[in-house]
């Protein structure tokens, strides 16, 4: 990680220790204490957060996943035949809410629900604040990309901003790698969008039909197109993103969202993603 993290701080002077430092965010990362709470053999809390939050508004942490999907793309660890796609909700704490600034400032009346902004990714559904981690994933339990919206929006609208962000860098140069020869996901991810998409980048998948879509299809006769083709053993496959959301959610700042700001929660989803690659 040394590489690519900063060297000095923009107004002058040195980083305090970036090994404490980073000690401080991974632990807060997996128990999910509040930042104010940490121990003080990480230093004082306030860097450790301060440490935290401008690297994840600069793309620091970014850049370190990328590195490590680089080098492990050029010993060929990656498996390119195939990546699943999956999303998993995550309860927002009710100190993730408040943050919201662009919100109209209107007087509520009795009954109305309240109103979230999209910047943040925060949204109400029955169980509350939710927010929503749409993700790229393979066999191994390895993050390719993801992308972070509120609990209560759709998964096929995503599909499409999720595979734009997969780019694994190339060590020597060039464009990075951003095609899987195969996709699989559920019916949640069926649309004649996301399909026309694919078939543009001549992206195979593999995603059942859902029962209104192949009824309005067999309605509409020969100009309906034919139906999609469907292999089981190839949506086997797909219990790799599965499990990957299942590891992620074992860090328990990303199961329970305790973090106002959304480029924050992302940064700490990111350093979970990080943490799970060397097992690879």
Same mark, same amino acid.
């Given at each position: 990680m040394e590489p690519h993290l900063p060297k000095n701080v923009e107004r002058g002077g040195r980083w305090k %220790? +970036?090994?404490?430092? !980073?000690? $401080? !965010?991974?632990?807060?990362?997996?128990? $999910?204490? &509040?930042?104010?709470d940490l121990p003080a053999r990480f230093g004082k809390w306030k860097t450790v957060h301060d440490r935290h939050r401008r690297w994840s508004a600069d793309g620091t942490w970014e850049k370190i996943l990328r590195a490590v999907q680089a080098d492990a793309d050029t010993e060929g660890r990656i498996d390119w035949s195939m990546v699943s796609v999956d999303s998993a909700s995550c309860r927002a704490h009710q100190h993730a809410a408040g943050a919201c600034t662009d919100a109209p400032r209107i007087p509520r009346r009795r009954g109305q629900p309240v109103q +979230?902004?999209?910047d943040e990714a925060l949204g109400r559904s029955r169980g509350g604040l939710t927010c929503e981690i749409h993700l790229a994933g393979e066999g191994g339990r390895r993050p390719r990309a993801f992308v972070i919206t509120p609990g209560q929006w759709g998964d096929a609208p995503q599909l499409i901003p999720l595979l734009e962000r997969i780019r694994? &860098?190339? &060590? #020597? $140069? #060039? +464009?990075p790698c951003t095609r899987p020869d195969h996709l699989g $996901?559920?019916?949640?991810? %069926? %649309?004649?969008?996301n399909r026309r998409y694919l078939r543009r980048r001549q992206i195979k998948h593999t995603i059942p039909e859902r029962k209104?879509?192949?009824?309005?299809?067999?309605?509409?006769g020969s100009a309906g197109g034919r139906p999609t083709g469907f292999d089981k053993t190839i949506y086997r496959r797909r219990n790799g993103v599965e499990r990957t959301n299942n590891a992620l959610k074992g860090f328990r700042a990303v199961a329970t969202r305790f973090d106002k700001r959304a480029y924050i929660f992302h940064g700490i989803v990111t350093v979970a993603a990080l943490r799970l690659w060397p097992r690879s």
């Open positions: %220790s +970036h090994r404490r430092v !980073i000690n $401080g !965010i991974l632990f807060r990362q997996r128990t $999910g204490v &509040p930042w104010r +979230h902004c999209s694994v &860098p190339r &060590p #020597g $140069g #060039g +464009h $996901g559920d019916k949640a991810y %069926s %649309s004649r969008g209104d879509q192949r009824a309005n299809r067999q309605r509409r």
